[in-house]
């Protein structure tokens, strides 16, 4: 019977795994109902067969109350503080299990804000010019649909182009084209109002939202942003932006149309405007190569002369002369994006570094045909490494291919540079330059020019 009970009260309890405590403490109960019961049945009639005598009963009775006191107390300490060790070890692992929750919870929450900041670092860089920090193309596109409405009119859109651009990320390198950008956004920024949305559209293009704007307010806001940008420079190199707006002022023009007005009175401002800043850069260019490098100063200045005389020696006229005047200037310009470790390098160049050094006829056609007036110069510049034989750089031409004015440059700029002192050795005494010219005419340089160069400009006899 009882082991029926125990097996029924065990499948209850399977079918209630997860209730420990209540299992433990059922356990005890009927672990001490069981040894009562059994007490209590065969201990009486175990004594009662025993012993007939009333008072001996009596006594066995007491004794046997006492015994069976000792042996439940035991066995319910043992039953009880097996089930305390239990408790304790599921404190444990609830505490241990806590913990790795709270460490779980810990990491959730970690990765939670991580997700949280990379989506708001994610929706800022979708609308954010990440070189200037101005707010990018597709956010200007969705603010301008959201501002095409009459609450905004008048709506004006301001078109701003950085002037010079090209040739400063050619001259001086792209690193101090992106401070020239980031420099023109912050100038733009603290010429606009808190709530005129200023925006890059991309290379040195911008452009400024004006809600509720009309044409007086926009042509303050330009002047003011110009006013900043003249007193500003980057390096050595002065700040010209170039701006257009148009004013949209009721609902029937469509906004592409006003920032195509825009865009085109931009353009417009650019042509006047765009020269004068490329004259000023290159002057700027110019000043910096010759701070930079005073031996190159000294040698333009030289060579400029000799090319001066050149010019007077072969009767070729006032406007021609001073043409090769500047061209003696201006031949090496474009060793301003060459590193100044290489130009003043006091060693024999390695072959990568005449690779580098080769490409300054280049660069300096670069700089110089960005300017309208000097796209000749910039043809002259180009060439001034060619050789009489074709051997040259950078187009191998021969001969006559060559233009004239840069095969007198190429005798001047030689002559000048054997004559000075290098940083890899000392300067050539006249005799021995004036030699080295007669050993390469008609290699290096054309025979009749040398000739000309010899008696007429240095005053010496050919034989």
């Excluded at 125990?6 to 420990?20: A, F, G, M």
């Excluded at 010079?164 to 100038?187: R, Y």
């Excluded at 390098?345 to 960005?370: A, C, F, M, N, V």
Aim: glycine content about 6%; overall charge neutral; proline content about 2%.
């Amino acid at each position: 019977m009882f082991v029926s009970i125990i097996k029924k009260i065990y499948s209850i309890l399977r079918i209630n795994e997860k209730d420990k405590l209540k299992y433990e403490c059922i356990k005890i109960c009927m672990i001490y109902l069981v040894i009562g019961f059994l007490w209590i049945y065969f201990s009486d009639r175990i004594v009662n067969k025993l012993v007939r005598k009333k008072s001996i009963l009596l006594i066995i009775g007491t004794y046997k109350g006492w015994l069976y006191v000792i042996v439940t107390s035991t066995i319910l300490y043992l039953l009880i503080s097996g089930l305390l060790k239990k408790v304790h070890l599921t404190e444990k692992r609830l505490n241990k299990s806590y913990e790795e929750l709270s460490q779980a919870n810990e990491e959730l929450e970690a990765c939670v804000k991580q997700l949280t900041n990379s989506e708001q670092k994610l929706k800022y860089l979708s609308y954010h010019d990440q070189l200037t920090v101005l707010y990018n193309r597709r956010f200007f596109q969705e603010e301008l649909k959201r501002l095409d409405v009459e609450r905004s009119f008048p709506l004006t859109i301001v078109m701003g182009d950085v002037n010079g651009l090209k040739l400063i990320n050619d001259s001086f390198g792209h690193a101090m084209g992106d401070e020239l950008l980031k420099k023109v956004a912050e100038i733009i920024i603290k010429g606009c109002r808190c709530d005129d949305i200023t925006a890059r559209l991309g290379g040195d293009e911008f452009v400024i939202l004006l809600p509720k704007t009309g044409s007086y307010e926009a042509e303050q806001i330009i002047k003011r942003i110009k006013a900043m940008a003249s007193t500003q420079k980057v390096n050595s190199v002065n700040i010209s932006i170039s701006f257009g707006y148009e004013t949209k002022k009721n609902k029937e023009e469509k906004i592409e149309e006003i920032f195509k007005k825009a865009e085109d009175h931009m353009y417009k401002k650019k042509l006047f405007e765009s020269p004068s800043m490329r004259g000023k850069t290159i002057n700027a260019i110019i000043s910096t190569l010759h701070e930079k490098n005073k031996r190159e100063e000294h040698h333009s200045l030289r060579t400029s002369e000799l090319c001066k005389s050149m010019g007077e020696a072969l009767g070729l006229d006032e406007g021609e002369i001073e043409e090769l005047k500047n061209v003696g200037l201006l031949h090496d310009i474009g060793k301003i994006a060459i590193e100044e470790n290489i130009l003043n390098k006091q060693e024999k160049l390695t072959d990568d570094e005449w690779k580098e050094i080769k490409r300054h006829p280049e660069i300096g056609y670069r700089i110089l045909s960005t300017v309208n007036d000097m796209l000749e110069i910039a043809e002259y510049v180009l060439s001034h490494h060619e050789r009489w034989d074709g051997m040259g750089y950078p187009k191998g031409l021969k001969g006559e291919e060559i233009p004239l004015q840069s095969r007198i440059i190429s005798i001047a700029d030689s002559y000048d540079a054997m004559t000075s002192e290098r940083s890899y050795r000392s300067s050539l005494t006249e005799d021995v330059a004036i030699q080295e010219l007669k050993i390469n005419a008609g290699v290096q340089f054309e025979p009749e020019l040398v000739r000309v160069f010899i008696e007429k400009v240095l005053d010496k006899a050919l034989d």
